[in-house]
């Protein structure tokens, strides 16, 4: 059988709902991010669970060599649009071993901690590892749970295109589980999306299991510095 995020990532109404992702936010975190790492103009930059590749469009509008993959076909289907010599774009699932190896891998915007167990969060993490060069750089940004969890809305209703999404969050069995309900031409739909509430603490520690340095902490797309009660992200710049 198939695991949820195998068919929710590439359904129509997955990206209806998120339609009106911030682009303005995700370009501002990645001029931040380049300021940051500073990398080299030919250094190769790949953008791992890219999504519609809103962070990889704008690496390369800032002139850098970028590459972008993702599990969902609808979503790299539209990413190719923006492709040109320096920017591709292609379907990889991100437990497979990277296709070769790169100066820095970006996951980015909670793309990580779908899966049911631990071995497979962490052998996503050795991929990593081995897909980077000597010396690469991985970027990790995730949601700080510790926040998610004292601010969780339980219940939300929001309008896409006419569709009445009813959401419902909840804490179950050491996930983050958001259920999505609505009606669609006389149809009830119902989905589900699951991420592992990885704390700090545990994300640390698989870091480091699978042999990286954390070389600095964020807690927001400023760069702020991470502070576990107030920020909404956990940021980790992590060195092979
Ligand atoms: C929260 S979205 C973020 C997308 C993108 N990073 C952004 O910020 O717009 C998570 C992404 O992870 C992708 N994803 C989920 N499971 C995956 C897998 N096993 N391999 C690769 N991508 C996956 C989804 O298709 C989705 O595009």
Redesign the pocket.
Known sequence: MSKW?ETW??SEYYHLLYKD?DYTE?EAFVEKLVTYLNPGKDALIY??????G??SIHLNKLGLNVEG????TN?INYAKKSENSRLHFYE????DAMPKQYNYILN????FG?FDSDEENLNTLKHIYNGLKDDGTFVFDFMNVDFVLKHLVPREITMKNGIEFHIKRELNNGKIVKHIAFEDEDKWHYHKEKVTALGYDKIVEMMKKCGFKVMDTFGSYHLEPFDLQNSKRLILILRK
């Open positions: 995020f990532f590439d992702r995700a953008d791992l669970a890219c999504g519609k809103r962070h993959s993702d599990y969902s979503s990889q699932d991100m437990r980015l915007f909670t793309s779908y």
